[in-house]
């Protein structure tokens, strides 16, 4: 029903755009801060996880003179600063995140790793973090019960299987990157 009532309302801001002939001209994101749970690990909504139902979700971006397509390059809501300000002609030199710009041309975006993290909050406790690399192996830790699991995405979208069962050195260089991560936080 929400997407429903988004969908209804997009259609007047885009039908606006067009009638002061603005469309052209604007670029449009549309995105969520959140997916949902519907008990894939265990818990309903959001805000309990760092898994892909809960993490991985929509980024649509439509910029004047690009040319529609999916780019399957790994980005994260931290780079729509340096994207937006980048496609719109501005800089933002202290903006996390890099752009992906290149990508909306076509151009492939060099390798990295993103960074997910759900922070423990009074009425669930549970630190959980994730890192994700380009090639599509994820380590994610739950920081409370110090349980670490790795999935390779590109086979296993649903992260149903932990590689960690069947080979100990698995996701390695992930797992240094997310200890980085993890020394790295003053908190």
């Given at each position: 029903?929400?997407?429903?009532?988004?969908?209804?309302?997009?259609?007047?801001?885009?039908?606006?755009?067009?009638?002061?002939?603005?469309?052209?001209?604007?670029?449009?994101?549309?995105?969520?801060?959140?997916?949902?749970?519907?008990?894939?690990?265990?818990?309903?909504?959001?805000?309990?996880?760092?898994?892909?139902?809960?993490?991985?979700?929509?980024?649509?971006?439509?910029?004047?003179?690009?040319?529609?397509?999916?780019?399957?390059?790994?980005?994260?809501?931290?780079?729509?600063?340096?994207?937006?300000?980048e496609l719109v002609g501005l800089q933002a030199p202290l903006a996390q995140?890099?752009?992906?710009?290149?990508?909306?041309?076509?151009?492939?975006?060099?390798?990295?790793?993103?960074?997910?993290?759900?922070?423990?909050?009074?009425?669930?406790?549970?630190?959980?973090?994730?890192?994700?690399?380009?090639?599509?192996?994820?380590?994610?830790?739950?920081?409370?019960?110090?349980?670490?699991?790795?999935?390779?995405?590109?086979?296993?979208?649903?992260?149903?299987?932990?590689?960690?069962?069947?080979?100990?050195?698995?996701?390695?260089?992930?797992?240094?990157?997310?200890?980085?991560?993890?020394?790295?936080?003053?908190?």
């Open positions: 029903s929400e997407i429903s009532y988004v969908d209804l309302h997009l259609a007047s801001v885009f039908s606006t755009l067009e009638r002061l002939k603005l469309y052209e001209k604007t670029v449009v994101v549309i995105m969520s801060d959140h997916g949902e749970g519907f008990k894939e690990h265990g818990f309903y909504f959001h805000g309990r996880t760092v898994y892909n139902e809960e993490t991985r979700v929509p980024l649509l971006v439509r910029a004047p003179g690009m040319t529609p397509r999916r780019v399957p390059d790994l980005t994260g809501l931290i780079d729509l600063m340096p994207s937006l300000t995140g890099r752009s992906f710009v290149p990508a909306l041309k076509g151009d492939a975006l060099p390798d990295r790793f993103l960074f997910v993290e759900q922070l423990p909050y009074p009425n669930y406790e549970t630190h959980m973090v994730a890192a994700v690399h380009s090639s599509g192996v994820k380590v994610l830790r739950n920081v409370t019960a110090n349980v670490t699991q790795v999935f390779d995405l590109n086979t296993d979208p649903g992260e149903k299987t932990n590689l960690l069962d069947r080979d100990p050195q698995a996701g390695e260089s992930v797992r240094q990157a997310l200890d980085r991560f993890l020394d790295a936080d003053p908190g």
